[in-house]
């Protein structure tokens, strides 16, 4: 309820974290045969063009 408020007061969504959710899930399903963590964490900042 109160992030319908808070759109109607301020104009603001969760668009954004719902799709960085979103992208996160795809590269996960994508990394199904990944051995462990760091790698399933170095192909997200290689999605997002952040260095590591």
Do not use: C, P
């Amino acid at each position: 309820m109160g992030e319908i408020v808070a759109y109607f007061d301020r104009g603001t969504t969760q668009g954004v974290v719902e799709g960085i959710n979103h992208k996160l899930k795809l590269i996960k399903r994508k990394a199904y045969g990944f051995r462990n963590f760091e790698n399933f964490r170095l192909i997200s900042f290689l999605h997002w063009h952040f260095a590591s």
